[in-house]
């Protein structure tokens, strides 16, 4: 039987997991439809998804069509999951992108379509709520094709509007259309191989409430979309797309297998295999192994989201790290601790939750893509009894050196507390180079352990913070004096801690003499800036422009049509928040604003 990793893709409350559950209904894999205002979905497994009503984690089930087995990843559809949707991204054979019927093509849709298309992963597309009032599944067409990409056609278009978008890229079927025509089957032929292979895009409609249209939409599955491909005799080559912990606490990854096969007792980099689940008919069941092409469930491995198993398989990085950051803060300070090993845990299911802990300010900061992760995180603290509350967010900012700075500490002096002598130089680097850390002195002067406790604790204090308390990037670090004092003991003693130096006082004085060659150097704050698309009605630009000023947008093109006025250019990312907030009642609800990280900027 074949195999097709599927994800469903959204805007969100376009419908993604209403349609999952019909297809489940459809497929037979569950007597009745959930519902997402009930909390009653199948895929919603986490508490806070089933109250607000929106997909947060990917989660996978299965159903059968034909000879294809799909594995169905529902996939999050808001824009403070985007490192979840990256994910499932990575694993994909195909995709369904639903787009409202009311609504249209919103800012998520367009984001999610130009990363399948960059990533040529094969897409339908789905008009749902079509049984609603105010639907319009042909003007939502248009609105694809003018804003989404020309490559798209309805299924069920008249003969000449298929063939104008096909033979634009099928010279064979252009060449039959010369001749004489051609028959709906060949038209029909080569609307499905251009879809397997990424090249243009079928549009289905129907509504997922009502089960409208989503049998069509089930029956194309294998037809439009390829399925899995990978030689299981080959070496194993597998990614990590998903880890969660079992009710016993223990490690449960979420393998694609892109090759190979993965047997129950193999050893792998990340561990020995101890238990593996397929997925099968709308749940995941026990096996003895899983092949190339398959999804599955492994236990026994020590792994992270993102980890590969056996050879690496090169898929694309596409989406920027966050840019927000805020301070988690437990309601018992006793239990800082424990919430520190809470958000390590949450920190293994999304690698791109970064803690930033300062022992000085005994704070732990986490940081986000949106307000909404704020409450996820929230949430997930509840359920293992720990609550919390969270300081403003902020942005997170970067440091970066201007000029040249030199500290030193000598051992056995005034205000050296520590059995170790440190001198560091910090010097600018170029944009983009990174911490570069170098000696200039000889490797034979003190003991090896030394030197590796220096470096250690140098870039680890350069990620911790610098003068400001942000990351310190682009530079290059150079140790310019070293001492010690070697093994010593009193007379006919035992060896005497307190006359001898120890790595850990190389670690302990290395972040004070850093710290003042940072600020001796001088240092620029660096601020995240995003690149922005916004689209207002022309009649209310004069109101817009002072908050873009306030906000200290910069648009850089301006472009009027048809009564829209299309900017576009820079803003920090301080200001999206606010903007997109403010926008409904700047422009009666009808402006649209799309942004995504660029650079960073020295901040004023």
Request: with cysteine; proline share 5%.
């Amino acid at each position: 039987m074949r195999t097709l990793n599927l994800g469903i893709l959204a805007h969100v409350d376009a419908g993604k997991t209403s349609l999952t559950e019909r297809l489940l209904h459809a497929a037979g894999v569950i007597d009745a439809v959930g519902s997402v205002d009930d909390g009653s979905t199948r895929t919603d497994s986490l508490a806070l998804e089933r109250q607000r009503g929106i997909t947060i984690k990917s989660a996978v089930v299965s159903f059968v069509v034909d000879d294809t087995t799909v594995n169905l990843i529902d996939t999050p559809g808001h824009p403070d999951f985007i490192a979840e949707v990256e994910r499932a991204l990575s694993v994909l054979d195909g995709a369904v992108l639903v787009v409202s019927a009311v609504e249209g093509v919103q800012p998520q849709t367009r984001v999610l379509m130009r990363a399948l298309r960059r990533l040529r992963i094969p897409t339908l597309l789905f008009v749902n709520k079509t049984d609603r009032a105010g639907a319009d599944p042909a003007r939502v067409v248009r609105e694809i094709a003018a804003r989404l990409t020309p490559d798209v056609a309805p299924v069920a278009a008249d003969t000449s509007t298929l063939a104008d978008v096909l033979t634009r890229h099928d010279d064979a079927l252009l060449a039959a259309c010369v001749d004489g025509g051609v028959s709906a089957e060949r038209l029909r032929e080569s609307f499905a191989g251009l879809s397997r292979r990424a090249v243009v895009h079928p549009v289905f409609s129907g509504s997922a409430i009502t089960g409208a249209g989503v049998g069509a939409l089930m029956a194309a599955l294998p037809e439009f979309l390829p399925a899995a491909r990978g030689d299981a005799s080959a070496p194993v080559s597998g990614s990590v797309f998903k880890v969660e912990r079992g009710p016993a606490g223990e490690k449960i990854a979420y393998v694609r297998m892109f090759a190979g096969t993965v047997r129950v007792r193999d050893r792998l980099e990340g561990g020995k295999v101890t238990a593996i689940s397929v997925f099968s008919h709308g749940t995941a069941v026990r096996s003895a192994s899983v092949a190339a092409g398959r999804v599955a469930r492994v236990w026994g491995l020590d792994v992270r989201i993102g980890d590969s198993l056996g050879v690496a398989h090169g898929v694309p990085r596409s989406f920027a790290p966050p840019t927000l950051e805020t301070v988690v803060v437990p309601a018992r300070p006793e239990e800082l601790g424990a919430l520190h090993t809470a958000l390590t845990r949450l920190a293994e299911q999304d690698p791109l939750i970064d803690l930033r802990q300062d022992d000085e300010r005994r704070e732990i900061a986490v940081s986000l893509y949106g307000e909404v992760q704020k409450e996820v995180i929230e949430a997930e603290l509840a359920e293992v009894g720990l609550r919390v509350g969270f300081r403003k967010t902020t942005t997170i900012c970067l440091e970066r050196p201007f000029g040249s700075g030199e500290d030193v500490a000598v051992i056995d002096t005034d205000g050296n507390p520590f059995l170790a002598t440190v001198g560091l130089r910090v010097d600018p680097a170029p944009a983009g180079s990174g911490v570069e850390f170098r000696l200039e002195v000889e490797l034979g002067s003190m003991p090896y352990a030394f030197f590796v406790a220096v470096e250690e604790a140098v870039r680890d204090t350069l990620r911790q913070g610098g003068v400001h308390g942000w990351q310190v990037v682009d530079c290059v670090v150079s140790m310019t004096r070293s001492g010690y004092w070697a093994r010593q003991s009193h007379a006919h003693g035992a060896f005497d801690k307190s006359m001898s130096s120890t790595a850990g006082d190389f670690r302990a004085l290395t972040p004070l003499v850093l710290r003042n060659a940072l600020a001796r150097a001088g240092v620029e704050v660096l601020e995240p800036v995003h690149s922005f698309r916004l689209e207002v009605p022309a009649d209310v630009l004069s109101t817009v422009s002072p908050v873009l000023a306030r906000l200290r947008a910069v648009p850089a093109s301006s472009v009027v049509r048809c009564g829209v006025c299309v900017l576009e250019g820079d803003i920090p990312a301080a200001g999206v928040h606010e903007l997109r907030l403010r926008l409904p009642g700047l422009t009666r609800g009808e402006g649209v604003l799309e942004s995504a990280f660029s650079h960073h900027s020295p901040a004023p």
